[in-house]
T-cell receptor, first 112, second 111 residues
């Protein structure tokens, strides 16, 4: 069935370090891909998305490219800040019924 | 738009009691999802509706859990009877298309 696998956390980085969180997916058809972010005590918020192969989603300095050949959607940021500390979820949405499937989440800690 | 509204934000109840969680989706959205989040199991999809009709309830853990969507602007998730292992944060999300919008969640504690 459809699924999302992302790297386990927690990930701990110093401020201004480079971030990569790996995400791979399995899906039938052509899903849309997403990264959501969850700050402490809050619900999930959409961070960025890509709807077709080779699309790059970007927001707040974060980027991810839809790679159909490797079924991946890795999240990157060139220079993290303390305020980026949160849990990041990779997700896919299948065209039939628009069911959204989430990965397990990766907790990021950024130290000053 | 106020976004997805869930109530209550926090609920503490005794084991064996009935618990009802409520959700108001974003107006115009035609899909609604209930998720449960725990440290051990992460974010689990319990059930989702499309145009008020339950499409997939395979994630509902037991018969103690039930969900309804009587109209496009309201949904409930009921647990009867509740057990301590039901303690979690329950999220409702709605969508029109591919992007899901989440509510703030209901933190349920069953003692």
């Amino acid at each position: 069935g459809d699924s999302v696998t992302q790297m386990e956390g927690p990930v701990t980085l110093s401020e201004e370090a480079f971030l990569t969180i790996n995400c791979t997916y399995t899906a039938t058809g052509y899903p849309s891909l997403f990264w959501y972010v969850q700050y402490p005590g809050e619900g999930l918020q959409l961070l960025l998305k890509a709807t077709k192969a080779d699309d790059k989603g970007s927001n707040k300095g974060f980027e991810a490219t839809y790679r159909k050949e490797t079924t991946s959607f890795h999240l990157e940021k060139g220079s993290v800040q303390v305020s980026d500390s949160a849990v990041y979820f990779c997700a896919l949405s299948v065209p039939v019924g628009f069911k959204t499937i989430f990965g397990a989440g990766t907790r990021l800690f950024v130290k000053a | 738009d106020a976004g997805v509204i869930q109530s209550p934000r926090h609920e503490v109840t005794e084991m064996g009691q009935e618990v009802t969680l409520r959700c108001k989706p974003i107006s115009g959205h035609n899909s609604l999802f209930w998720y449960r989040q725990t440290m051990m199991r992460g974010l689990e999809l319990l059930i989702y509706f499309n145009n008020n009709v339950p499409i997939d309830d395979s994630g509902m853990p037991e018969d103690r859990f039930s969900a309804k969507m009587p109209n496009a602007s309201f949904s409930t998730l009921k647990i009867q009877p509740s057990e301590p292992r039901d303690s979690a944060v329950y999220f409702c999300a709605s969508s029109l298309g591919t992007e899901a919008f989440f509510g703030q969640g209901t933190r349920l504690t069953v003692v």
